[in-house]
């Protein structure tokens, strides 16, 4: 498959995940790509990206199980416009979603577990360790947590 011929999504929450998402630029550019990230009252783009937008979500507020819903419908309907190959993730909770559509899709998930932990995991590390294709971590450390899990270093 040519590169552009691949599909691949970019998909991070707000804040130090999509940081660390927009360091993988250089591998947006060589493929057609596009990010899904949370809505904030800051509006992110990279230039030449399509980007979509989800829901904030916070496992402790009353309305995270409404906006987690609201979000894999939205996601759903991403994944069916978009069509991605494999979906690149940084994490976390709103992500969720269109990771999960994208196995039961049989496409391929990348999933890199957040360069802040150095010795215990997140909740969707955990979750998305179980059905990532590939799964990153950015310490040498998190590999006695992650043992099946590939350490390059960190993407900073």
């Not at 011929?5 to 790509?33: I, R, T, W």
């Not at 809505?39 to 904030?56: I, P, W």
């Not at 494999?86 to 957040?114: F, Q, R």
Request: overall charge positive; aromatic content about 12%; hydrophobic content about 40%.
């Amino acid at each position: 498959m040519e590169k552009k011929n691949v599909k691949v999504c970019f998909a991070a929450s707000s804040g130090g995940h999509y940081e660390q998402l927009l360091m993988l630029k250089p591998l947006m550019e060589k493929y057609d790509s596009f990010i899904i990230t949370e809505e904030t009252l800051y509006k992110t783009t990279v230039k030449g990206e399509r980007t979509y937008y989800l829901s904030q979500v916070n496992r402790k507020e009353k309305s995270f199980i409404p906006r987690m819903i609201a979000n894999s419908f939205k996601s759903l309907s991403i994944y069916r416009k978009e069509k991605p190959n494999v979906v690149i993730c940084t994490g976390v909770l709103a992500m969720i979603p269109i990771c999960l559509i994208t196995k039961i899709s049989g496409k391929k998930l990348i999933y890199i577990e957040s360069f802040a932990k150095v010795t215990s995991t997140t909740e969707t590390g955990k979750l998305m360790y179980k059905f990532a294709d590939q799964f990153y971590v950015q310490w040498e450390s998190m590999l006695n947590i992650y043992p099946k899990a590939i350490y390059l270093g960190g993407i900073y």
